[in-house]
């Protein structure tokens, strides 16, 4: 298994390279990922923003509102205009990249399927898959590596904890 992977947005002007898996991955069927999309679900992988590195042009960000209330910025590119990550309320440090857009997205699977109370009836999940109706507890479901670099990027973002 490669320690990289590429990726890029549909036609080709922003290219990147994710350096190491993600910390953890999100299958989100909630109907804003729905709409941003145009499709089923959202696949995102939780990544630090230091290990996106620019190879071509650099996405732009495109606020949307949230049931939160809280930021969502997702980065596009411009020209084409397919999604390449998300920044959930303001954390510039950490990324939800859009898996579909690496060069081999097969590579990975989700370890979570999120906001299921809103998942088409159609779509079936994988036997075994880890499930819920609404967002999970991160200290029960992420492995402890994971948890790790999550709270390494945190302080070296300088964020409280």
């Not at 993600?22 to 109907?31: D, E, L, V």
């Not at 209330?69 to 997702?74: A, E, F, S, T, V």
């Not at 990975?108 to 159609?122: A, E, G, N």
Request: hydrophobic residues 35%; aromatic residues 12%; charged residues 25%.
């Amino acid at each position: 298994m490669p320690d990289a992977w590429n990726g890029q947005c549909f036609c080709g002007g922003v290219r990147y390279r994710m350096h190491g898996r993600p910390m953890f991955i999100h299958c989100c069927h909630c109907r804003d990922c729905q709409r941003q999309t145009g499709s089923a679900f959202a696949i995102n992988g939780l990544i630090e923003a230091d290990r996106i590195e620019l190879l071509g042009k650099a996405p732009e960000p495109v606020r949307m509102a949230t049931e939160s209330g809280h930021p969502h910025d997702i980065y596009r590119c411009s020209e084409c205009r397919s999604p390449l990550w998300s920044d959930y309320g303001g954390r510039t440090w950490l990324r939800f990249l859009r898996i579909v857009t690496l060069d081999t997205p097969d590579d990975f699977m989700p370890d979570v399927h999120i906001y299921t109370r809103s998942k088409l009836p159609w779509v079936v999940l994988p036997d075994g898959a880890r499930a819920f109706e609404e967002y999970y507890d991160a200290r029960q479901e992420w492995p402890a590596a994971s948890a790790a670099r999550y709270r390494v990027a945190k302080e070296k973002a300088g964020v409280a904890r």
